[in-house]
């Protein structure tokens, strides 16, 4: 069955700008979750999303936001771009919220210049 | 809050050698421990997890690992590395039903030829 997959897998945007992120779980996989992955912070829990309803959330500032369709891909959106927000956008999904492990993608990485 | 702790970010062993990586976290609920792999230009994987019953967890190729409750911790190991075992290794907690996998900031392993 295809993986999990990110669009678009590489992304350069300006300070200011807003960027969308895209990810399209594995088939019948009902809940998907964010991270942002940079060195030495590891993975950095921004969202999970589970019939289109988000469940819980990070610490991350408003300006990071999702949303999840009812084919269960979601899409990811961080407004007012900051140098810091480059990183790799990691999308995970499960059949049920991560209890059970997630599947990743390959994620896209985000460069803010 | 949830964290996960691991004791090495950088860890170099020659082919043969043991391997046993630490972790640790704070939680007072019940959750569900993962070990998850990230070979060089891949996307993560599931390593292994352990959800109750024996605390010895078998995981792909040739990893395992144990679950001490009294001590919070979850330590990967393998008997004899080899060099493609090269890869980082992240610990994850889930608290069940929290809908949350909080992952530690990784140990990058690097084996020797």
């Known amino acids: 069955k295809a993986g999990v997959t990110q669009t678009p897998r590489y992304l350069i945007k300006t300070r200011g700008q807003q960027v969308t992120l895209s990810c399209s779980p594995i088939s019948g996989h009902r809940s998907v979750s964010w991270y942002q992955q940079t060195p030495g912070q590891g993975l950095q829990f921004l969202f999970e999303y589970f019939s289109e309803t988000q469940r819980n959330k990070g610490n991350f500032p408003g300006r990071f936001s999702g949303r999840q369709f009812s084919n269960s891909r979601s899409e990811m959106n961080v407004s007012t771009l900051e140098l810091g927000d480059s990183a790799l956008y990691l999308c995970a999904s499960s059949l049920d919220g991560g209890d059970n492990g997630y599947t990743f993608g390959s994620g896209t990485r985000l460069t803010v210049v | 809050a949830q964290s996960v702790s691991q004791h090495n970010h950088h860890v170099i062993l020659s082919e043969a050698a043991s391997l046993e990586l630490g972790c640790n976290y704070s939680?007072?609920?019940?959750?569900?421990l993962f070990w998850y792999v990230q070979y060089p230009g891949q996307h993560l994987q599931l390593l292994l997890k352990y959800f109750s019953g024996d605390p010895l967890v078998k995981g792909i190729k040739g990893f395992e690992a144990e679950f001490i409750k009294s001590k919070f911790s979850f330590n990967l190991r393998k008997p004899s590395v080899q060099w493609s075992d090269t890869a980082e290794y992240f610990c994850?907690?889930?608290?069940?039903?929290?809908?949350?996998?909080?992952f530690g900031a990784g140990t990058r392993l690097f084996v020797k030829a």
């Open positions: 939680y007072g609920g019940t959750v569900n």
């Open positions: 994850a907690v889930t608290d069940t039903g929290g809908f949350k996998t909080i």
